[in-house]
């Protein structure tokens, strides 16, 4: 009608007449109890999905913030014993600034005075050739005793003797102190309670999962690392995982071990972790001298992650929407059975589908002037909702 009003007829151009038509939606209701059950398990199925695994596991009433500003410092204390002599925190943590990844050492091998020079090597004559190898080869060869010349910082490196690394390495502390903030709800936290005191505690994921000072041997362990085995890498984890709809103080970190090297273990090369460093002097003639130290050590690499959610508005009424939505699905599949699948198929087709022209309109209109619309197909039984009510019995 509202078409008639405003636009003039468009009638015999068919090719308008399939483009320009309008569908309406009439209910028809299905009186068929095996065809309800579907369509009432239908919507559970969907709400149940909605309510339970997007609403309550996933959470999409909360908007999420994972770019997290975090500071990791570290502090390591223990005395060890190392080639009859004590080493404490300044001789054997790499680098010395307390960073989130640094290395203790737990075995040095030292070349002392070292001065630049030729001198025989210490690798015997068939290795020699190795691409790892340290120094320069002069030519120069004394093959009854099988070494060759080398030029460089000479006594050359053996570093083939035994020396045992520090038993006392398992005793050391790692203290961190770890700040995160989620810049979208602007909330910093902490790795313990300001409030708490610290100074005792060790931590232990099962009575002390909070302090933030643990033992070396304790990450050994948990990583299942072999303590004698030298070298290796450490991940230790910092998970903040913070729903901001609870009280804020409920945002605490969770601590886990893992070893990083873990795909080289049976590598026969580049096994563990050492590197070399040098310390410099000058004899009273003014030439150089070094003590040249190849350290192994256990590398520590403290992560943090991050995510806090908070209740928003926004993901809330999206998602609201299309919950309810979605419940509509039902209907599809009970279309597809009733009108394709079902006994009666070709009977709800013509119930369903109902075609109105305009020349019906006009002359229902001529026929009966002021009187409502009335519809000539199919005015079986109206009730009073005014939807066409079908029993599957007849
Ligand atoms: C580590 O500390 C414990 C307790 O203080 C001590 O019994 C143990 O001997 C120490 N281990 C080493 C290797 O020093």
Same mark, same amino acid.
């Given at each position: 009608?509202?078409?008639?009003?405003?636009?003039?007829?468009?009638?015999?151009?068919?090719?308008? /007449?399939?483009?320009?038509?309008?569908?309406?939606?009439?209910?028809?209701?299905?009186?068929?109890?095996?065809?309800?059950?579907?369509?009432?398990?239908?919507?559970?199925?969907?709400?149940?999905?909605?309510?339970?695994?997007?609403?309550?596991?996933?959470?999409?009433?909360?908007?999420?913030?994972?770019?997290?500003?975090?500071?990791?410092?570290?502090?390591?204390?223990?005395?060890?014993?190392?080639?009859?002599?004590?080493?404490?925190?300044?001789?054997?943590?790499?680098?010395?600034?307390?960073?989130?990844?640094? /290395?203790?050492?737990?075995?040095?091998?030292?070349?002392?005075?070292?001065?630049?020079?030729?001198?025989?090597?210490?690798?015997?004559?068939?290795?020699?050739?190795?691409?790892? /190898?340290?120094?320069?080869?002069?030519?120069?060869?004394?093959?009854?005793?099988?070494?060759?010349?080398?030029?460089?910082?000479?006594?050359?490196?053996?570093?083939?003797?035994?020396?045992?690394?520090?038993?006392?390495?398992?005793?050391?502390?790692?203290?961190?102190?770890?700040?995160?903030?989620?810049? !979208?709800?602007?909330?910093? !936290?902490?790795?313990?309670?300001?409030?708490? /005191?610290?100074?005792?505690?060790?931590?232990?994921?099962?009575?002390?999962?909070?302090?933030?000072?643990?033992?070396?041997?304790?990450?050994?362990?948990?990583?299942?690392?072999?303590?004698?085995?030298?070298?290796?890498?450490?991940?230790?984890?910092?998970?903040?995982?913070?729903?901001?709809?609870?009280?804020?103080?409920?945002?605490?970190?969770?601590?886990?071990?893992?070893?990083?090297?873990?795909?080289?273990?049976?590598?026969?090369?580049?096994?563990?972790?050492?590197?070399?460093?040098?310390?410099?002097?000058?004899?009273?003639?003014?030439?150089?001298?070094?003590?040249?130290?190849?350290?192994?050590?256990?590398?520590?690499?403290?992560?943090?992650?991050?995510?806090?959610?908070?209740?928003?508005?926004?993901?809330?009424?999206?998602?609201?929407?299309?919950?309810?939505?979605?419940?509509?699905?039902?209907?599809?599949?009970?279309?597809?059975?009733?009108?394709?699948?079902?006994?009666?198929?070709?009977?709800?087709?013509?119930?369903?589908?109902?075609?109105?022209?305009?020349?019906?309109?006009?002359?229902?209109?001529?026929?009966?002037?002021?009187?409502?619309?009335?519809? !000539?197909?199919?005015?079986?039984?109206?009730?009073?909702?005014?939807?066409?009510?079908?029993?599957?019995?007849?």
């Amino acid at each position: 009608m509202f078409v008639s009003c405003i636009a003039p007829r468009i009638v015999g151009v068919i090719s308008f /007449s399939i483009i320009l038509t309008y569908e309406t939606y009439k209910s028809v209701v299905v009186r068929s109890w095996p065809l309800g059950i579907v369509y009432r398990l239908m919507q559970l199925i969907i709400i149940s999905y909605f309510v339970g695994y997007v609403f309550l596991y996933e959470r999409a009433y909360q908007v999420a913030d994972t770019a997290t500003e975090s500071s990791v410092i570290t502090k390591v204390k223990g005395f060890g014993r190392l080639n009859n002599a004590v080493m404490d925190v300044a001789d054997y943590i790499y680098p010395p600034q307390g960073e989130g990844v640094f /290395s203790i050492i737990t075995k040095i091998i030292k070349t002392d005075n070292q001065f630049q020079g030729r001198c025989s090597e210490v690798t015997h004559l068939e290795q020699f050739t190795h691409v790892f /190898s340290q120094c320069i080869i002069t030519g120069a060869c004394n093959t009854s005793a099988g070494y060759c010349e080398i030029e460089g910082w000479c006594p050359a490196e053996d570093d083939k003797v035994d020396i045992k690394p520090m038993p006392e390495f398992v005793n050391f502390t790692i203290y961190i102190k770890n700040t995160i903030r989620f810049p !979208r709800f602007n909330v910093s !936290r902490e790795n313990f309670p300001s409030t708490k /005191s610290i100074k005792n505690c060790t931590y232990d994921k099962n009575t002390d999962p909070f302090c933030p000072i643990f033992r070396v041997g304790y990450i050994l362990d948990e990583t299942q690392q072999n303590v004698t085995l030298l070298g290796g890498e450490i991940g230790i984890n910092i998970e903040w995982r913070c729903n901001l709809d609870h009280n804020v103080n409920s945002c605490v970190p969770t601590y886990s071990f893992s070893k990083l090297d873990a795909p080289f273990q049976n590598a026969s090369l580049s096994k563990g972790y050492n590197f070399r460093f040098a310390k410099y002097y000058k004899t009273e003639d003014g030439t150089d001298y070094r003590c040249l130290h190849k350290a192994f050590a256990v590398r520590f690499d403290v992560m943090v992650t991050g995510i806090a959610r908070k209740f928003s508005l926004i993901p809330t009424v999206i998602n609201v929407i299309a919950a309810v939505t979605s419940v509509g699905m039902g209907t599809v599949l009970c279309d597809l059975i009733l009108l394709h699948c079902s006994k009666g198929a070709q009977y709800y087709k013509e119930k369903k589908f109902e075609e109105v022209s305009e020349e019906q309109i006009h002359e229902s209109l001529t026929l009966k002037p002021g009187s409502q619309l009335s519809i !000539r197909r199919g005015n079986s039984s109206c009730n009073d909702s005014g939807a066409v009510s079908l029993s599957t019995n007849c």
